[in-house]
């Protein structure tokens, strides 16, 4: 049993981002040239210390590629669509180390993009981006191409910026919000509570 995993719905986004953070490792840590024969082979092995059935497998490719996660190129390799990335941006942005600049993202979504918004706001903060101003996020890690990925996915690119600097007129206060706790940022992102 999955520690933390609440019904079924959990139970399948754990095992399609366990599924899409395997083939992103396969892929890219371990330059394996995965295909439709292969990739249940790298699965299988994979996942052989919990007991993962080959019928299991199967299923979990065909749904990977009905969901749009993984598609076919050059007849036969298998890569991850910008839609799987974005599902496992935060193991992606792991994956990217710090050269010591910032990355910094600032956006003015219209209202009327109120649900793209949020989902971009959602992903550069699983990138690892910290909020400095209202609009205005900065990151150490180099996820550019994640950045890029992720407006063009939510189609809010029009509406977003990304600028790389070496240094900047707000220097300690970034250095100040990025060394503070991810939790103690999110709590004070929450309104206070009011006693009725």
Request: include cysteine; charge should be positive.
């Amino acid at each position: 049993m999955v520690h933390g995993v609440k019904n079924s719905q959990d139970i399948m986004v754990w095992c399609v981002e366990s599924a899409l953070g395997l083939i992103f490792k396969g892929i890219n840590s371990l330059g394996l040239d995965l295909n439709g024969g292969n990739l249940h082979g790298y699965l299988e092995q994979q996942t052989s210390d919990i007991n993962v059935s080959r019928r299991d497998i199967s299923k979990m490719v065909y749904e990977l590629n009905r969901r749009k996660y993984i598609e076919n190129v050059d007849g036969d390799s298998v890569v991850l669509t910008n839609k799987a990335r974005i599902k496992i941006i935060d193991q992606i942005s792991l994956t990217n180390g710090s050269d010591g600049k910032f990355r910094i993202v600032s956006f003015d979504i219209p209202e009327i993009k109120r649900g793209n918004r949020n989902c971009f706001r959602r992903a550069i903060k699983r990138m690892g981006f910290r909020q400095i101003q209202k609009s205005l996020w900065v990151s150490e890690y180099n996820v550019g191409n994640m950045v890029e990925i992720a407006a063009e996915e939510y189609g809010v690119s029009d509406f977003v910026a990304y600028f790389v600097a070496d240094r900047s007129n707000i220097d300690i206060h970034i250095a100040e919000v990025l060394k503070k706790p991810k939790q103690a940022e999110e709590k004070s992102e929450k309104p206070p509570e009011t006693k009725s």
